[in-house]
């Protein structure tokens, strides 16, 4: 059963057709921003040289620093009466990216999330309860516009507030969720303590996990809790968000909507693409964005592309479980974090000393990060309590720039391991 079969289904030739042409509109309507405006014509970037899908490797990468160094409009390709939306990551320290819409922008992304959720088998009659964030991250709108496109009643609840998450579930009989692994190992516990059984309390049948690194034994145990099938969903806000990569119900790798992105897998040092099969970092290039067409860009995750067809019969190959990052960036709670993030409040804290410790946990089914600062030796006056406020200023700093809040330590003037050359400072402790 497809969503648009002629699309999921279309041999490999007619398939390149169809993305050399979108690629060349792509390339053109890159050219109208600043940013690819002034890249294309220092790299001699010219519509004309693109004659194949293989010519895209002419185009040099684009990373999140370029995104940055543009922040906020230098990627955008048009007035701004015809963009509807923006999607914003964390961050106040000069850390922050934007992505830009148009209607056409997200009706594409909207059906595309119908497409994977039409894929693991929701159907019209379905209650689907969003149990993510709202509002700037992408999972929240991305998965509700795309599941009232599939015509699924929707329960927007939002990330939070779990035992009103569990009443809502039992309410209005949510028969899918979808939800971020490690809550839902949270939440799990939640309804035991509720004195509940979601297995024989709830009408669920589909959870559709992702936005964050996990295993297939988490996967596995999620189903085993739920009574649920779990399917992963992988997702880049520069990529919309959800709707990218998909599991289908054979579970073996999730199908990238080919139609919509070209992939790439590259060797991160070398920065040479390789071909399938080789693990490496993905690498995408939108085919239908208008407002903000992004070109080979550098997603930073680690994965593989399985060339063999799959089972279920959609011709649109498959990539791996994300591997890990080529960078430091880590997941807590949902919420994307950067340790310069945290460097630079801490650093912006005259009583902090030079040295601190960043420790993440999951403990009793809850993830949780752990910061033990220094007290720099001119602020210490021998008693830590003495020092709550400072220790509560640190707390809110850092939850005001990554938005999780975490568990503040201060501890005595070097006392914390010190490591030699470049500061581990990052320690993740979390069984994934
Ligand atoms: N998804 C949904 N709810 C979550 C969550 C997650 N990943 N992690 C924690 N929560 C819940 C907590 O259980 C708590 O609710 P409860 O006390 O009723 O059980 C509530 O959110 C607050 O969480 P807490 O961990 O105390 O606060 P925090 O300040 O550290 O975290 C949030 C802040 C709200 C940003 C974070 O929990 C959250 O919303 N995460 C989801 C992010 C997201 O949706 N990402 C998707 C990107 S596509
Ligand atoms: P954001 O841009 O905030 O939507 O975050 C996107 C990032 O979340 C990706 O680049 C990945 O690192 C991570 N991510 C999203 N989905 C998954 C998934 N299913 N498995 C592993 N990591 C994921
Ligand atoms: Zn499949």
Redesign the pocket.
Known sequence: MFWEKEIETIPERELHRLQLGRLKKTLKQAGKSPAYGKIFKTHRISLDKIKTLNDLKRVPFTTKEDLRKNFPYGFVTMAKEKIVRVHSSSGTTGRATAVFHTVNDLEGWANLVARCMFMTGVRKGDVFQN???YGL????L?FQYGAERLGALTIPSG??????QITLMGDFETTVIH??P??AL??WK?FAEMGLDPRKDTKLRIALIG?EPHSDATRQRIEEMYGVQAFNSY?LSEMN??GVAFECPEKSGMHFWEDHFIVEVIDPKTQKVLPDGEEGELVFTTLMREAMPLIRYRSKDLAAIFPEPCRCGRRHRRISRIKGRSDDMFIL???NIFPLQIDMVLMNIPEVGTNYQVVLEREDF??KMVVRVEVRPEFFRGELRQLENLRRQISESL?SEI???PKVELVEPDTLPKSEGKAVRVVDRREM
């Open positions: 149990m993510v964030g991250f992408t999972g929240g991305g990330s939070g507030n779990s035992k009103r939800i971020i490690s809550y949270h939440l939640v936005a997702g968000g959800p709670k949902g919420v809850q993830d939850k938005l999780v809040t």
